[in-house]
């Protein structure tokens, strides 16, 4: 990938602060992959009934209810140890906009959405695991289904540490967000990308994103809000860094996602050699069995 | 590695959850009730603490298993079966117990057979099998596991096929021989395979679990001897069986140990109920091949439960990993302790060097 016509690496950053829970990044996403429907359920979790991220739903927005002071100051009596700090996050309200003045009524609420998507690991479980090699490394260091040759096998979904690719039931394959492939090849950016509102969905080059992100995370942290941090930028983290990274407010697990996961390949050549010296104790074993009938 | 055991931080974040929104908050008074009821009912106190955790809506992190129990199951357990069965008989064939050897071919084939059947039955697509045999991938159990089945499945048809017809003697050792080198190998590559996966109760087991699918299958295998073969010919195939099953059940239960909270799956719920069963089988079979060693029926019998106890454990672990994936507690808690275990002798580190 370091060759010089290869095109630089590309990711999304999800800032999560800016995040306004419209979905229509869901519904871009849908439109341009042609993602079939696949239920309009209402799961009493919020404003959230895509659920998750899956065969057929490919970007996901999570919300997160919380009792938490939001925009005002106050004396954090009984605000329990390490709770996200006070940040006005232009939440809806019912007077009209400039009405308010601030911080005098504003209630003791914040709403956390989250836009998820594939993570486009560093090193990625889905693609390592794969046997057919349908899973495969694009030129621009995202990891993609081939359709035509994935044969269902279903390794892949338990693989992912993040919860995100899956087989869909009526035609046996394994399917995830493929970065629009089919888009950014052509120079357009991706289709959620393209439809957010609000630039919570920030698409380029990754180099240039991590840069970003670590200003945007200095300037919250600068007005004040110190619960905001960043997710998957890490290139030491256990999966060598994701390729889609994210601004949370909150510890990772609270939007559904796993706070420190590690590819499990990681630990693949070891298990080799476990399974060997396995395999050589049922020989000896064995040998020894009928060793002993001849003594 | 976790240390379990240690959850020191509970009492700290007390009160840290989302209040509103995540559904699995409980107050501290009512868990502690539960935990006291939990120990009650199993006559036990409860190894672990009930972890305090945070989630999204209490849903999983993992997306489930998509594999069918009785398809992936089924080839965990008959692929086990094959392979120690292909050793055992080539050492039977070596020294003298043909009709210990020759049933023990017929099974490797058959069960091999089932094996691979069952793999492609669980398939999404499986007109589209072959598509394993595309590349080859040290990375991927299922591909090497793809070309070891290649590789073994023909040495045991060969060496099933001219132990039944007599023909092409020499060829026939050789398969024989060849299907019983590959044989461990098939035994427990599966192993790998469950545990390279982010899976809490087959991953961190990858140690261990390995030498219970090898036990387990030499389990099986020395039960089917047991079944199939008159008892002046069984011996081996009974020492195999009773060694293999002790095994069995003493790594599998100091597996579910080492696990500790991450292994509480195995003990609860329907994989409980699977691992207990597999375990009374097994050890009854163990005992019934060392007791009834004269007499063929309850040799027979005590190989049916052998092999029945193997079945079982392979399912039960199939069923620990799905009742692991579907609680985000086992993916959270234990990242959740490594993180603040780092952040802490991080902070550790640098009280010392400033200092």
């Known amino acids: 990938m370091t060759a010089d016509e290869s095109p630089p690496r590309k990711g999304f950053f999800t800032d999560t602060s800016v995040c306004i829970g419209c979905k229509a990044c869901e519904v871009a996403c849908k439109e341009w992959n042609m993602v079939p429907e696949d239920g309009l359920d209402f799961l009493a979790t919020s404003f959230d009934n895509s659920g998750r991220l899956s065969a057929d739903t490919w970007r996901h927005v999570a919300f997160i209810e919380q009792r938490a002071p939001l925009g005002h100051q106050d004396a954090g009596v009984g605000r329990p140890e390490g709770a996200p700090g006070a940040v006005d996050l232009g939440m809806p309200s019912f007077d009209l906009p400039g009405q308010r003045t601030d911080g005098e009524d504003q209630g003791d609420f914040r709403w956390l959405m989250s836009s998820d998507v594939c993570k486009h690991c560093t090193s990625a479980a889905c693609l390592d695991v794969c046997p057919t090699g349908a899973l495969f490394r694009t030129e621009f260091d995202t990891v993609v289904v081939q359709d035509d040759i994935c044969n269902g096998c279903g390794y892949c979904v338990p693989a992912c540490p993040y919860g995100v690719i899956d087989r869909r039931e009526v035609d046996g394959r394994a399917w995830k967000c493929t970065l629009c492939y089919d888009r950014i090849g052509e120079g357009l950016e991706p289709a959620c990308a393209k439809a957010c509102p609000t630039d919570s969905i920030q698409f380029g080059d990754l180099d240039e994103l991590r840069e970003r992100a670590q200003r945007r995370v200095e300037d919250l942290h600068e007005a004040g809000v110190s619960s905001a941090r960043l997710y998957g930028e890490d290139p030491d983290d256990g999966v060598d860094g994701a390729g889609a990274f994210f601004l949370l407010l909150d510890e990772p697990e609270v939007y559904g996602l796993p706070p420190d996961p ?27 069995a009928f060793a002993g009938r001849r003594a | 590695m976790n240390r379990p055991d240690r959850t020191g931080e509970g009492a700290s974040r007390i009160g840290r959850d989302a209040i509103t929104g995540a559904a699995d908050v409980v107050p501290e008074p009512r868990r502690e009730r539960r935990a006291r009821r939990r120990g009650a009912g199993r006559g036990e106190a409860t190894r672990v603490p009930d972890a305090d955790f945070r989630s999204y809506h209490g849903r999983p992190v993992l997306n489930q298993i998509v594999w069918e129990a009785p398809d992936i199951g089924g080839y965990l357990f008959l692929g086990g079966l094959a392979g120690a069965s292909s050793v055992l008989a080539a050492g039977a064939e070596y020294t003298g117990h043909p009709d210990l050897a020759r049933p023990l071919k017929y099974t490797a084939l058959a069960a091999i057979s089932g094996s691979t059947a069952a793999l492609i039955h669980d398939l999404g697509r499986p007109e589209r099998f072959l598509n394993m045999l595309r590349v080859f991938k040290p990375t991927s159990p299922m591909s090497v596991g793809s070309w070891l089945l290649m590789g073994y499945g023909p040495l045991a048809g060969v060496a099933a096929v001219t132990a039944a017809t007599g023909w092409f003697p020499r060829i026939g050792r050789a398969a024989t021989v060849g299907a019983g080198l590959a044989g461990p190998l098939v035994a427990t590559y599966t192993a790998p395979l ?130 692991s994936a579907a609680d985000p507690k086992y993916v959270v808690v234990p990242q959740r302790r490594r993180l603040e275990e780092r952040e802490s002798a991080e902070a550790r580190e640098r009280a010392e060097s400033t200092a």
């Open chain 1, 262 to 288: 590690v590819v499990t390949t990681r630990d693949l050549p070891s298990m080799w050699r476990h399974a060997g010296a396995a395999a050589l104790v049922l020989l000896a074993g064995a040998t020894a």
């Open chain 2, 194 to 323: 469950i545990c390279d996966t982010a899976v809490p109760a087959w991953h961190d087991g990858y140690r261990q679990m390995p030498f219970v699918f090898a036990s387990s299958a030499a389990a099986a295998a020395g039960g089917m001897g047991l079944i199939t073969a008159p008892t002046a010919q069984s011996g081996p195939a009974r020492r195999v069986a009773v060694g293999g099953a002790c095994a069995e059940v003493a790594v599998s239960t100091y597996m579910e140990h080492r696990l500790g909270f991450v292994g509480e799956p195995y003990g609860q719920g329907r994989a409980g109920v699977l691992t207990r069963t597999a375990k009374a089988l097994t050890l009854a079979g163990a005992v019934g091949a060392v007791l009834g060693r004269r007499n063929r029926a309850v040799s027979a019998l005590s190989g049916a439960a052998l092999l029945g106890g193997s079945a079982l454990t392979r399912l039960g672990v199939f069923q620990a990993g799905v009742q």
